[in-house]
C-alpha cells in the first residue's frame, strides 16, 4: 500500500485525503517529524501559505520537509501548495519564506478582487481526457518558468495554462505544483499523477532496500 502524506498544518486537508483515498493510497495527516517517516509521496495543500511556512517552523518540520523535496520524494502543491514549493516569490509576506523545489517564480494573489475566485476550463498538454475545470482562490500565478541558479534534476515543464498563455500549473522531475484547487472540482487526474510517482519512489525505495541488505 502506498503511504502518501498531507501536510496538515492548515488548509484544505480533508479533500485532498478524500481524493487520495479514492486512488487507493494510505494518507498520513503530517503534523510533526516523525509522520514523515516511510512517506511515498506528500500533498501541499491550499490555504495560507504564510501560516503553513510558520507552522512548518514550530513544528520543527520545516528543515525535514525541505531535505525530502531535495531527495526527490514526489510532491504535489495546489495553491498555497505552489507557493511553498516555488524557489522564488513575489508579494511575500513579511518573513515568509518557502520550502523550494520547483525553479519557478510564482506571485502571490496574482489575480485582482474581481476575480479573487473563479473557475475556468484549462490548457493541460500532459493530461488526457476531458478539459480539466479548475477553482481558482486567492490564486498564485507562475510568472517565470526556469531560469534559477539551483541545479535540478529535470528540466520544468508547463502543465497548465489559462486560455491566454498565463502558466498555472508546473512539473520539474516528481514535483507538481497548480496554482489552483483541482480537489476540489473532484478532478483527480493530477493526484493519479502523484500516486504513479509513489508507486515508481515506493519500488526505487525497496530496491535500494535489497541491493542494500544483499551481502
Ligand atoms: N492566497 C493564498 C496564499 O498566499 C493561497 C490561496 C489558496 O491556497 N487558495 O497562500
Redesign the pocket.
Known amino acids: 500500500e502506498l503511504r502518501v502524506g498531507v501536510l496538515a498544518l492548515q488548509?484544505d486537508v480533508r479533500e485532498h485525503e478524500a481524493m487520495l483515498r479514492g486512488l487507493g493510497a494510505h494518507v498520513v495527516r503530517v503534523r510533526r517529524p516523525t509522520d514523515l517517516e516511510r512517506l511515498d509521496a506528500l500533498v501541499l495543500p491550499?490555504?495560507?501559505?504564510?501560516v503553513i511556512d510558520r507552522l512548518s517552523r514550530l513544528t520543527g518540520l520545516r528543515g525535514l520537509l525541505r531535505e525530502r523535496v531535495r531527495d526527490g520524494l514526489p510532491v504535489l502543491g495546489?495553491?498555497?501548495?505552489l507557493?511553498l514549493l516555488a524557489d522564488r516569490i513575489l508579494d511575500a509576506a513579511p518573513g515568509q519564506e518557502t520550502f523550494g523545489g520547483l525553479d519557478v517564480l510564482v506571485r502571490?494573489?496574482a489575480f485582482g478582487t474581481q476575480t479573487d475566485s473563479f473557475e475556468t476550463a484549462l490548457v493541460t498538454p500532459a493530461i488526457d481526457g476531458p478539459p480539466v475545470r479548475s477553482a481558482f482562490?486567492?490564486?498564485?500565478l507562475v510568472e517565470e518558468v526556469g531560469g534559477g541558479t539551483a541545479g535540478r534534476d529535470a528540466a520544468v515543464e508547463v502543465l497548465a495554462s489559462l486560455p491566454d498563455g498565463r502558466v498555472v500549473g508546473v512539473r520539474q522531475g516528481d514535483r507538481i505544483g497548480l496554482a489552483f484547487?483541482p480537489e476540489v472540482t473532484g478532478e483527480d487526474r493530477f493526484h493519479r499523477l502523484l500516486v504513479e510517482a509513489a508507486r515508481r519512489w515506493a519500488d526505487d525505495t525497496a530496491m535500494e532496500r535489497t541491493a542494500r541488505d544483499m551481502p
Do not use: F, K, L
Open positions: 488548509g491550499g490555504g495560507e501559505s504564510s495546489t495553491c498555497a501548495g507557493i502571490r494573489n482562490i486567492r490564486a498564485p484547487h
